[in-house]
Each structure stands twice: as structure tokens, then as C-alpha cells.
């Protein structure tokens, strides 16, 4: 597959790459994450100002409509450039999950701090016996008037450090593997009784074992029904994952593929040599078979309207890009040698993001398994 931007499309594209060609080289990219916060504020407001927040939304929203396919092409270029700012946590994740179930009050209130820059959200939903099962939830949530009141723990919470608010999962009934009964709150992270304990993540990021202790929150979506919700949600997720990761193969790719032709062993080029040649060829075709998965997959989120297909597609471009991107990131640091795992080289900074990348909403084995269920299902 091969989608033909529009020129709207082609101008979001050559507007963030040139941002981040000026911007967020591999340098800089160094500088913030060894920061004290973690990331920029001054990068996430330039996203802000040049309308990337607001690019998926809908228009309906504030937003500039242009759905999972601007997702695509923002997160592929974040993917080749190694980005750390919570685009997919805040916009993606949390974002999505306002325009798709709050109240026409929560997006009106919510979403333009979004899309501004000015707040950041985050989406705390893993529990440590939870693994990949979004309806394994023992974070409890009971009604005290208006509101309701939160108790239990998160666990991995990604972008909790930074961010102004959480979306939680909690259960409102049933038992804790009952997949009814489970909702979603939005919880200030500075309310009382919220307490994070944070830690540095293997590819540079920020993120935080939170603990809720009678924490107030505001109900998101219809009570006991989040983990349709997140289900959605979480085919979202997957196709800006996946293109984040097909945009860091692709640089791996070019990494090794330019060593190859300046390293020489035995008086001669690596590049030089048939069975690493083979090798490379090897890496291009999976590349090449991950990029067109992850077009096919972000268009049919963009056109599809509850299809039930949507999910057993998301996890077989999971499962298949998941392996690409080992393949690819494991070849690439063999190939670059010792020096492939160095800080001071951009390969094993690849390396360990696509491996993050390949744990997020279930990894390539877990969602192999899911396609064959929804598959056998269908």
C-alpha cells in the first residue's frame, strides 16, 4: 500500500520534518532527555504552535481534522527523530478518549488546554497484575455525591511525571477480571492523596508508579463501560506506535546501511561483502513490509465506524511490525558492532525504543494470539 497525501497531509509532513531537522537532532534530542524534567517545554510548545496537538482532532473538537492519518505522519517522524514529548500519552491516548466519551462539557473544557500546550494528560491504566488484560482492574472508585472517590495503585504510568492530569481505570463493580464495571476517572495529579514515585524508563522517558489513596475524580464516559472504551482507544494507540517504529527501522536502516560502505575489514568495505549484503536486503524488505502495514492500518482507522475487523487488524500490525522492528534493531547493532549499544551512537537509542515500543498495549507474541481469537471469532 502507498497512500497519496493530500496537500494539506504533504504540508503537516514538511512541517515537522523541518522543525525537527532544525530542532531535534540527535544532540539535542541527548541534552533533553539527560535534563532535569525529562523533555522540553519549549519543544512541546513550538508542537503546540505549529498545530501538531491540535492535527488529529476532530474539527467538531477545536481541532484540524485530520484524524488517524495526520497521527501517522506526525508519530513517523517522531519515530525518526527519537521524540520523548507525550504526544501519544496527552493527544493520542488521553485526547482520544475525551473526544470519543466525555461529555460535550469535559471536550469543551478539556481539549483546547490540549491542544495549546498548556496541560498534559496521561493515561494510567496498567496495574501489576494486570499484564495486558485491560479489564483486570482492582483500583477501586465509590460514589460520594457529584463525585467519586478512588483507591488502589498504577503501575508503569508513562509521562506521569509530567503530567497535569490522569485518566484512571477503576472498577465501579463486579469482580476484579470482570470486564463490565470497569470506568474511566480524570484525576488531578497534584489532588491530594496522589502519590507518584518516579523513575527514569530504559529509552529515555519518564514515568511513575502512582498510588491513589481516597483520590477524588471527575467520572469519564458512561459508568462501568471503560473497557470498551480503552479497547478503542487502544487500537488508537496502536497505529501511532507502530508508526513511530516503522519511522525508527527506517533510520536504522539508513544508519547501518551508510556504515556499511565506511567500515572496512580485511582492507575492504563490510558493505562489500555478499552475506552481510543479504543480510541488509533482509532489513529493507521488512521495513518495506511494515510501512505499507502501517498505512493500511491508519487509513482503515480513519475510515472505519466501529468496525469489528479494526481490532484483529491493529494487533496483526502489532504482531508484524513488533517483529520487524526486532529484527531490524537486532541486525542494526550486530552489524554496527560493539559500538552499536554506545550512548554516543544513535543505533542502540533506536534499539531501545522499538523495544519499549514492542511492550506497549501487549507484545508481538500476546497480540499474535489476540488476532487468532478475533479471527476465530469472527
Not at 40 to 62: I, K, N, Y
Request: contains cysteine; negative net charge.
Amino acid at each position: 500500500m502507498d497512500i497519496q497525501f493530500t496537500e494539506e497531509q504533504e504540508l503537516l509532513r514538511s512541517s515537522v520534518q523541518r522543525l525537527l531537522r532544525d530542532q531535534y537532532d540527535f544532540v539535542a534530542r541527548r541534552k533533553i532527555v539527560a535534563s532535569e524534567e525529562g523533555f522540553s517545554r519549549r519543544q512541546w510548545d513550538a508542537f503546540a504552535d505549529l498545530g501538531l496537538l491540535a492535527a488529529p482532532f476532530s474539527e467538531g473538537a477545536g481541532g484540524l481534522g485530520g484524524g488517524p492519518l495526520s497521527t501517522m505522519i506526525l508519530m513517523h517522524e517522531f519515530g525518526r527523530h527519537l521524540v520523548v514529548e507525550p504526544f501519544v500519552e496527552t493527544v493520542v491516548l488521553a485526547g482520544g478518549l475525551i473526544e470519543h466519551v466525555g461529555t460535550p462539557e469535559q471536550q469543551q473544557s478539556f481539549i483546547p488546554e490540549i491542544i495549546d500546550g498548556s496541560k498534559i494528560w496521561t493515561l494510567a491504566w496498567t496495574e501489576k497484575a494486570s499484564r495486558f488484560d485491560l479489564a483486570n482492574v482492582t483500583t477501586r472508585a465509590r460514589r460520594e455525591g457529584s463525585d467519586y472517590v478512588l483507591t488502589g495503585a498504577k503501575t508503569v504510568v508513562i509521562a506521569a511525571p509530567w503530567a497535569d492530569y490522569l485518566i484512571v481505570s477503576a472498577r465501579t463493580s463486579g469482580d476484579d477480571r470482570e470486564r463490565s464495571g470497569v470506568s474511566l476517572f480524570v484525576v488531578d495529579r497534584r489532588a491530594t492523596g496522589v502519590d507518584l514515585q518516579s523513575f527514569k524508563t530504559v529509552d529515555g522517558r519518564r514515568a511513575a508508579e502512582v498510588s491513589l489513596r481516597d483520590v477524588r475524580g471527575q467520572l469519564l464516559g458512561v459508568e462501568g463501560e471503560g473497557v470498551a472504551a480503552l479497547e478503542a482507544c487502544r487500537d488508537r494507540a496502536i497505529g501511532a506506535l507502530c508508526a513511530e517504529a516503522v519511522g525508527a527501522i527506517g533510520e536504522l536502516n539508513s544508519a547501518t546501511l551508510e556504515y556499511s560502505k565506511t567500515r572496512k575489514q580485511f582492507g575492504t568495505t563490510i558493505g562489500s561483502f555478499q552475506v552481510l549484503q543479504h543480510r541488509m536486503v533482509d532489513m529493507f524488505i521488512a521495513h518495506q513490509e511494515a510501512l505499507s502495514l502501517m498505512q493500511h492500518l491508519s487509513l482503515s482507522l480513519s475510515l472505519s465506524d466501529g468496525d469489528a475487523g479494526l481490532s484483529r487488524l491493529a494487533s496483526g500490525a502489532k504482531s508484524k511490525i513488533g517483529y520487524a522492528g526486532k529484527f531490524v534493531a537486532d541486525q542494526a547493532v550486530q552489524l554496527h558492532g560493539g559500538m552499536g549499544m554506545t550512548d554516543e551512537l544513535n543505533v542502540g537509542h533506536y534499539f531501545k525504543r522499538i523495544s519499549s515500543i514492542n511492550i506497549q498495549f501487549g507484545d508481538p507474541a500476546f497480540h499474535v494470539l489476540r488476532y487468532a481469537q478475533l479471527d476465530a471469532a469472527a
